[in-house]
Each structure stands twice: as structure tokens, then as C-alpha cells.
């Protein structure tokens, strides 16, 4: 049940915080900001779901103790004024004084310790990064101090991924926990927030529009240079009615056009498009963990145990097809499963894909038992990635052509990452992305068997145990030698396609399109940070 009275408590200041943000903002020509995007955030609670636009939205209000520059480098100024390294394995840091949340509530050191330990709670999709750096302890007031059980090489890359939520706030409101998403939970954290950040959460309907308000007491207000002084986030499923909507004027920022439109926006006048490769690699998994597999007419075993198997699936998709006709070349296909090419800088030959061989793939399933071929389920979103559920599609046309008869289940994010945590589905598709270049952030989730104490693996959804894998990628984790852990870095990379435990398909092109008038910066982490927008 909702705390009601917390909840009205918090709305009146919302609205009064609302009312004097219009107010200011109004001196320093004010404009809101309308953005569009083909799904919507899963939710208010800044550690249940680790989901792109989740935490682009959430970042608005939300903020860390370090923070990224206009190149996403890692940089002093978040919620801690400085930090030191203490030893290998303890690092310090000396948290800003005069910060006050959206509530008025003073920020201090108690409410960086919660953050950590709520972060790192089981229901956490981000309690990977939380326990790998550490127990934090107050010091004093303003003062924190983690301490590592190991050496991290990554520490602040780790500690970037952690939004500082208020201790006395999650109490009050009962949301001491992260809220189980994948079970339907439902908490006060759902559909409010309190944060420190610039933006604060006036209003939020799930799937149908949420909006956000300049907070007047920001502590960093003299540097933030954009005139946006509100932003209103409106899910608009459908590519034609998105497009639609930029060009008739309703939007100010289209998020996400559709790859067949790009060409289009781009010679209109009105419209301006912006472009780059997003740091995130599409990719495909499978069941390898059921005896028997799920969905599947094949009974009594599970044919994606057979490496021969897996690599017959990846072998049937033509990845040249779906980059020229369905991305429009806007991807780049790739071998490496980490979130840019800079992160495979330690293995660049594991870029090279296998070759697209229908033949081959008929010869492996057949060597495998399966020489007419079988039937499997498959899972796709169809609002999360550039054209997932035509990839998708496509994919199953493929692989029909070597006598897999794939039964294809699209549905919207909201469903389908639950579906994945829960383990219901045999065939998949999932992308990785993010700021972060270092192979470890998607080795210690994606590669990794699933491990409960320290949460890596969490992301595994086919479920693999491979503890040479495992050894290496731990090792990689706490080696403090740079070119050490290059090499076991290469060893994890190449073991890993060796043994084709997933099914790299491309890295994303991320055009964003706006209205001519608008001025942004493009980040390859594909957020839209409204703080950097202007509007003339």
C-alpha cells in the first residue's frame, strides 16, 4: 500500500518548487523542453531498473558523488568537492556542503552510506557495481570512506553508476529497498523522487508523459548554462506518429527516429539531425543452462548446450542484410560483445565476426542430431533498440532458411526485462551500453556465471557456467597492473567467442533529431541530458 499522506506532503512542495522554477527560469528566457522517445522509463526508483532511458531519466534528478564531463570522462563534479586514494584499497571522499534535496533535506554523509548498502540490496539491478566498491563508512558529517576487499581497478567508473538517494526520505516513505520490478512491485519510489539534482519530478504517468521542473535551489544553478526549464518526456511508440510529431512542431527533440526516416528529417529545413555511434552492442543469447529447453519441440535435452549449435545460429544471419536494409547503415556489425570498440582495444581481432554461411549452418546442426533442424521460441522488445523488432523478424527469416522454425514473441520493455530476470525464455535479444568503455562493466555482468554474493552475472539470461571464464574475468577485476590485466582482459574476449556464449550482432548509430531552433550536445551514451540543451 502507497504512503498517501508522504505522498501529499511531498506533492505541495513539488508545486510550490514547480511555481518558483517557472518563476526564476522566466528571467533568463525560459522554454520547455518536449522530447520524444519509443518507450518510456520503468521507473522512478533509481536502483530497480538498470535500463537506458530509466537512467537517463532519472540522472535529471538524481546525481552522484563524481560526475562525467561533455566527453563522459570521469570528473570531480558531483556530490563529493574531491577524493583521494588512500591505500589500494581504500578511498575517501569529501562530500559538498550546502546541498539540500529536492525535499529541502541537508545531504550528508549518512545518506551516501544508505545509498550504497539500498544499491547493493539483492533487488538492485545495479548491486554488481555497489559491491564492488566496497563497505562505506561515515567519517564525520562530510566525510565517507570505502573499504575494498580487493584491489578495484575501476573503482570510479563503479562508483559513477550510483545515484545518492535521502536517508530520512526512503524511510519515511518506506522504500528502504529497491522495488522488485521483474514481480510487479509497486512502491512510493515508483512514481515519485527526491534527489539533489537539476531537474525535479513534478508529474509521472507511466507510458504516457513525464514531466520534470528546474530545481530552484540547485547547487551548481551558476554553471549550468541552458535555458530548458522544464522537460516533458512523451513515449510515442509508433515511428511514423514520432516523426510526425517533430515535424509538425509538438516535439522539440525526437530521441530516437526511426533509420528509414533519418534521410528524410535530414534535408528538412525545420529540422536538424545529429549523429554518431552509441556506445552499446546489440547481441543475442540462448538457454545454456536447462536440461531440457524451454518453448522448444525438442524434448529431453536442450540443443544450445552444443557450441555446434550456437554457432549455426550465428552463422545463418546474414548481419550485412540487416545493416543495409533494415539499419539504412546505420550500424556498425561487430564480433566484440563490449559496449564500444575502444573496450575491445585488448582484443581486435575478436571484432571479426564469423562469416554468414547458410551452408555451414546446416552442416553444423546436422553433425549436432539435428538435420531437420527444430523449433525454439524467441523474445524480443519492441520499444527498446534502433529496429528490434524488424531485426527480429528478420532473424527468424534466416534462420527458418536452415530449418530453425523460431516462434517470435515481441513485447514492450516493461514486460520483456522482466521476462529476461525471471529466466523465461530460451532465445533473446539484449543490448549493453553505457559512458563506460572498460570491458570490465560488461565481462563482471554479461560474461560471467551468475554469482548471488557478488551479483555478477546478473545479466547472464542464458545462464552459462564457465568457471575458466569466470577465473579470468575475476583475476581482470582486481589486477592493478595495466598491462596484466590487458592480457587477461584478451584471455576473457577471446575465450568467450571461442566458446560463442553469446551472438554479437552491431553497435547502434544514434541519430537524435530536433527542431531547428534547438541546441544540444550528442554523448555516445545515448542520454539526453536537458542541462546541456538550449532553446532559441
Known sequence: MRNSHGRKNFSAAILVAAIAATVAAGAVNAKPLRWANQGDAQTMDPYSQNEGVTNNVNQHMYERLVS?????????????????????????????????????????????????????????????????????????????????????????????????????????????????????????????ANGTGIFMLKTREPDVKTVMVRNPNYWNAANIKSNVSEVILTPIKQDATRTAALLSGEIDVLHDPAPQDVQRLGTTASVKVWNGMENRVVFLGMDQNRDELLYSDVKGKNPFKDKRVRQAFYQAIDIETIKRSLMRGQAFPTGCLTTSPGGCESAPDADKRLPFDAEASRKLLTEAGYPQGFGVGMNCPNNRYINDEEICQAIVAMLARVNIKVKLVTEPRATYFPRLEKGDTSFYMLGWGGAVIDPQTTLDPIYHSPDEKTKKGAYNYGRYSDPKLDAIIDAAAVEGDATKRRGLLREAIMLHNAEIRHIPLHRQVIPWATRGNVRLVHQADNYMRSWLVNID
Request: zero cysteines; hydrophobic letters at 45%.
Open 68 to 192: 562525467r564531463d561533455e566527453k563522459l570522462a570521469i570528473v570531480t563534479q558531483g556530490l563529493a568537492e574531491r577524493y583521494q586514494q588512500v591505500d589500494a584499497i581504500t578511498w575517501r571522499f569529501f562530500l559538498r556542503k550546502g546541498v539540500k534535496f529536492h525535499d529541502g533535506a541537508a545531504f550528508t554523509a549518512d545518506d551516501v552510506v544508505f545509498s550504497i548498502e539500498r544499491a547493493a540490496m539483492p533487488t538492485s539491478q545495479i548491486a554488481q557495481y555497489a559491491r564492488a566498491v566496497g563497505k562505506a563508512t561515515k567519517i564525520d558529517d562530510f566525510t565517507v570512506e570505502f573499504k575494498l576487499e580487493k584491489v578495484n581497478p575501476i573503482f570510479l567508473e563503479h562508483i559513477e553508476t550510483i545515484f545518492i538517494m535521502n536517508k530520512a526520505w526512503a524511510v519515511k516513505n518506506k522504500v528502504e529497498k529497491p522495488l522488485d520490478f521483474k514481480n510487479k512491485e509497486e512502491t512510493f519510489a515508483a512514481r515519485n
